[in-house]
């Protein structure tokens, strides 16, 4: 005889499936009632008004609210030469949008208990112990002197950009020089090196300031990028497939993208001396545009990756639902709490706070914006940019392949269209 559920376990059953469906992002295209769809459409004209000027070349949206696209659209074209058309799942260089994901790799191995967020990173690269504070500069010779460091360097200072790391190439003009002289590189492009042994001879290098005393944007992800590695005894590559790439079925992020995808790299543009926009070239800044195809070693934390905005709209939704994706937690609620938290005593950019990995949203801030308080964000040195917002259950993305670009103000512009939708 067949046994009958209880109602209550049938209702629990489908409360459950709803639970776990609602964990991904729907793509069904079904309507949303708190999305005028009507007013999200002037995305389209003022977009494409920045197309037909020959401001930009190209660009992705993609607006997610509630779990569900609510707008997904690739606009101008993927190679303005050969008038390929921008699709939606192109593959763009996501540049300093790696630090987050790479961010929450390392968070991944701080929920294994491998080390404490205050602990020296001098424990698993000794070449950092006793850091020294760059005092003065001769730029006639190079040389420098150097004060010691009131303490040592911490897994937090480097996720919250305060560990007196700079960057080469687009830091302060005497770091760079010390870290040109040193063979430091910026993480973009092809890199022909070892990435634990560049971060060991930056660890000799000095600090532009004390640490956890102030906020410089620096290679403190790229240093991440290495102890992960030295502590999971693997690259970085294969770690973040295994960690966080496959359980969250993000399948079109990567170092290395595969010949077989290719023909969905978005060109990189730049602009002349008129500001008229024109193809990066080769040689270009030395960043050759063609290097996700390359077959690299090195892996940037902090620039390396490339990927869809599709992707990066997982991984965002991923932090929202408090480390779960379609049924897999990977990362503890507390801990997402943590990286989407203000990590500072001060305000990073006289406005907002800085968090493990992400910028954050202030009172004082969101003021000023549409986005709420507390949103996370960030960007890419060629032009994408991200936020999502826990207050509206938003997640945007805009992906363009320029810099410079004088029309910058598009991103701003689509945030404000996608603020007035919602009802």
């Not at 300093?96 to 990173?121: H, R």
């Not at 004082?364 to 986005?371: E, F, G, H, N, V």
Request: contains cysteine; hydrophobic residues 40%; glycine residues 8%.
């Amino acid at each position: 005889m067949k046994k009958a559920f209880h109602p209550l376990l049938l209702l629990c059953s489908f409360l459950l499936s709803v639970v776990s469906f609602s964990q991904t992002i729907d793509i069904s295209g079904k309507p949303d009632p708190s999305v005028d769809y009507s007013r999200l459409k002037r995305i389209d004209t003022v977009i494409n008004s920045y197309i037909q000027n020959g401001w930009i070349k190209g660009i992705v949206t993609l607006v997610v609210k509630d779990n569900q696209i609510v707008q997904y659209k690739g606009y101008g074209y993927l190679d303005a030469e050969t008038k390929k058309a921008m699709p939606g799942d192109a593959l763009f260089r996501l540049a300093s949008q790696s630090k987050a994901i790479i961010s929450a790799g390392v968070m991944t191995l701080y929920e294994e208990g491998k080390f404490t967020l205050d602990e020296p990173i001098a424990d698993f690269i000794p070449e950092f112990r006793h850091p020294q504070v760059l005092d003065k500069y001769n730029k006639a010779d190079t040389t420098y002197t150097t004060v010691a460091a009131k303490r040592e360097i911490t897994f937090r200072d480097l996720l919250t950009h305060t560990s007196g790391l700079d960057y080469a190439d687009i830091g302060s003009p005497n770091m760079v020089a010390i870290y040109a002289k040193a063979g430091i590189p910026v993480g973009l492009g092809i890199v022909d090196g070892d990435l634990k042994e560049r971060m060991r001879t930056l660890a000799k290098l000095p600090l532009v300031h004390q640490p956890g005393e102030q906020w410089t944007y620096s290679l403190g992800i790229d240093v991440l990028g290495a102890l992960v590695e030295i502590i999971s005894g693997t690259n970085l590559e294969d770690y973040l497939m295994q960690k966080i790439f496959k359980p969250l079925g993000m399948k079109d992020t990567y170092f290395n993208v595969p010949a077989s995808k290719a023909g969905r790299l978005a060109t990189v543009y730049s602009e002349d001396s008129l500001q008229h926009v024109i193809k990066w070239g080769k040689a270009f800044r030395n960043i050759d545009p063609d290097y996700p195809l390359a077959n690299k070693r090195y892996f940037s934390g902090g620039a390396g990756l490339t990927g869809t905005a599709y992707d990066y709209a997982i991984f965002l939704q991923m932090m929202l639902n408090k480390g779960k994706y379609n049924g897999v937690q990977v990362l503890a609620p507390r801990t997402v709490e943590l990286m989407t938290s203000g990590q500072l005593d001060f305000m990073f950019n006289g406005a907002d706070n800085f968090g493990l990995g992400f910028d954050i949203t202030s009172e004082k801030s969101a003021a000023r914006q549409p986005r709420n308080a507390g949103s996370f964000s960030w960007g890419g040195y060629f032009g994408t940019t991200y936020w999502a917002d826990p207050k509206a259950k938003l997640i945007c993305l805009i992906m363009t392949q320029q810099n410079p670009n004088s029309h910058g103000d598009i991103a701003t512009k689509v945030e404000q269209l996608v603020y007035q939708s919602l009802r």
